[in-house]
């Protein structure tokens, strides 16, 4: 089946750790984006990366890092940096153009303690 | 920067009756899109409706439907005949596209309750 997986569903870490959020895709899609989920607040972006090699910081990008080395993959490092990780964190594909839709993986839960 | 609000943080409905979910955005773009996510307790999201700013027709999918007001900047969510599967938070959000990618900015989301 096509869609999205995002690995693992919870992950603990210890503070001052960097840690690595993996998000692949079978859509064939061109754009990736990760979008951070607080309790209360909607989605927040990232990081989002609209083909191979290239990616762009969205609105919360400061401690965090990306790469886009696949046009499959496209994980995303938590660093130490990152005042306050703890939070779910989404991945989204979607084509490219005017507009299409966004397909969102099941996510994963990040604790840092 | 574009900012989208739901003033409503938690909504209930009675099954089999009719909720209405608020939502308002603010925005100097003439050409974008809204959308309606539902997150249920999987946390998983899902598309239910969304809304090109160039159509005036209001978008409509099964029970889902939008009173889209442009000038007004509201875009609400019109959830027909609710069932208890339809329980979940349900997410504002607008796009704005950058050349190839669509960008979303969310609404903080307002949790439906439904009961029996």
């Known amino acids: 089946d096509g869609g999205i997986t995002q690995s693992p569903k919870y992950l603990f870490r210890k503070e001052g750790q960097n840690v690595t959020l993996s998000c692949e895709q079978n859509l064939n899609h061109d754009a990736m984006y990760w979008y951070r989920q607080d309790p209360g607040q909607g989605l927040r972006l990232i990081y989002y990366?609209?083909?191979?090699?290239?990616?762009q910081k969205g609105d919360i990008a400061e401690g965090y890092s990306v790469s886009r080395e696949k046009k499959e993959s496209f994980p995303l490092t938590v660093t130490s940096a990152q005042k306050n990780p703890t939070a779910f964190y989404l991945c989204a594909s979607s084509g490219t153009g005017h507009y299409y839709e966004q397909y969102f993986g099941p996510g994963t839960r990040l604790t840092v303690t | 920067a574009q900012t989208v609000t739901q003033s409503q943080p938690e909504m209930s409905v009675q099954e089999a009756e009719t909720v209405t979910l608020s939502c308002t955005y603010d925005t100097s773009e003439s050409d974008y899109y809204l959308f309606w996510y539902k997150q249920p307790p999987s946390r998983q999201m899902i598309l239910v409706i969304r809304q090109e700013a160039y159509k005036q027709q209001n978008a409509t999918e099964n029970r889902f439907s939008v009173n889209f007001q442009k000038a007004a900047k509201s875009f609400s969510l019109k959830i027909s005949d609710s069932q208890l599967g339809d329980a979940a938070m349900y997410f504002c959000?607008?796009?704005?596209?950058?050349?190839?990618?669509?960008?979303?900015?969310f609404g903080t989301g307002t949790r439906l309750q439904v009961t029996l």
């Open positions: 990366s609209q083909i191979v090699n290239d990616f």
């Open positions: 959000a607008y796009s704005r596209f950058t050349g190839t990618a669509s960008k979303l900015t």
